[in-house]
């Protein structure tokens, strides 16, 4: 390498501000009052992912392993488990992801037992709503909000009989106009959703993420086709965006 | 939902500290003094993670796109590429993973011209070596550490006449002893492996990461089995410590 080169490869790049984006973003909506209950990251903890594409994002469904990265796939449960994993070795977690794209709320009562209860977690985290609204814009669907609260419910309801311990992350449903998927038949009747998922959350005092604040607040950094190309599923920069946000939440 | 069982669910759950390990583990051994120039990540960046099968994590190989998930795998270039592409939106930042599993360092000089120069990066960052050991243990290869060192060099060397300005990340091969694949056939004989990886990043004055001394310090805090059950490919932890290292050290 000649002496001109290493001259210059020992200049600095010119600087930039650090890579503080996330908290800014984070900053204005998150946490919210009243939201958080301290660390829920316990020792020998199990901790579970569940709901739809989102939180599915490819994940091998054979051996359907905790604490594998196949069994992950590479959406933000991935992310949030592969930081938890990391930054507390000493915990010895048991982390899974049971999403399964497609879902809807009653789906996930469907197979709970096996995908949920008989897990036995600590930390349950939810994400579910978007496909019981997408699915009726796309005529294959035919349920409500209130059907959607309903079992919602229900599934929390019965969730806490048999697992009388388990605290509770619930993620808010969310689209983003413009995306590839989402035009104006999603206004309003999906803000219904968003609320319902809220209400749901603060009755029984899980840990809620607004995840569509969180998104509308990237916007003001990059468009919706840098975040969710689609409006509904996430990408790289957008799974990690809410990967903060999940792992904000549980840090307490 | 019962009042006692909403007053117990308010309760916090007992609190531990902070998720703070990774900063432990990386203090101690990063950064390297001399090794940092800045923040090296500029605007409109062309960022390339480059290596063998710890890079590939399972990429899938048809489209290959930039800063898509199932183009960068499971492994610590998508942890570290995603942890960018959330924090710095406006930076406009096209990432690539082209690590190809099973590669030793004259496999990526066969394909460097299609899978580097051609992606013209700004960044590039490569890891490369553990099977330029190991398969010699396998007896499927009989390059010496002088054939990686000279053909390290020879890449690298080439690379810099093709791209004058790129900036380069050099990782330190490692392997944790007591892996399932790692045992005592691996000493010393790897460790030179090491040493000429550190000697190339110091010749290039690439920003070098000290992997094998980062997982020696996460060693204290968990088992190899739960870094690199193999002690070659790293776990979700063992990859988010790797991201993380990476992440650190372009930060500058």
Redesign the interface.
């Known amino acids: ?1 000649s002496g001109s ?2 001259a ?9 501000a ?5 908290p800014d973003i984070l900053h204005a909506h998150y946490p919210e009052s009243g939201s958080r ?7 020998d903890g199990i901790i579970l992912f569940q709901g739809d594409s989102i939180t599915d ?2 994940r091998e469904k054979e051996q359907q392993l905790p ?4 069994s ?4 933000y449960s ?2 949030a ?11 010895n977690l048991t982390i899974f992801n049971r999403g399964i794209s497609g879902n809807k709320v009653y789906q996930l009562a469907e197979r709970w037992k096996r995908d949920a209860i008989d897990l036995r977690p600590d930390l349950l985290s939810i994400l579910i709503g978007v496909n019981d609204f997408w699915h009726t814009l796309q005529k294959v669907y035919d349920g409500t909000v209130s059907v959607y609260e309903n079992d919602y419910r229900k599934l929390l ?1 019965g969730t ?1 009989q048999q697992l ?2 388990v ?1 509770l992350v619930i993620g808010e449903p969310f689209a983003l106009f413009g995306g590839s998927a989402v035009n104006s038949s999603w206004i309003p009747g999906f803000e219904a959703y968003r609320h319902t998922a809220r209400n749901i959350a603060t ?3 899980a840990i809620f993420i607004p995840f569509q604040e969180i998104f509308n607040s ?1 916007l003001h ?2 468009p919706v086709s ?2 969710a190309p689609d409006g509904v599923h996430p ?7 809410m ?2 946000a999940w ?1 904000r939440a549980v ?2």
Chains 1, 2 share one sequence.
């Open positions: 390498m080169r290493r210059f490869l020992k200049k600095s790049v010119p600087g930039i650090a890579l503080s984006v996330i209950s301290g660390n829920l990251i316990k020792q994002s490819g604490n594998n990265a196949r992950f796939g590479n959406g991935f992310l488990a592969s930081a938890l994993l990391s930054r507390l070795p000493e915990k309801q806490l009388p311990d605290r009755e029984f005092n990237a950094h990059a840098y975040w990408s790289m920069a957008g799974a990690q965006l990967a903060s792992i840090e307490g």
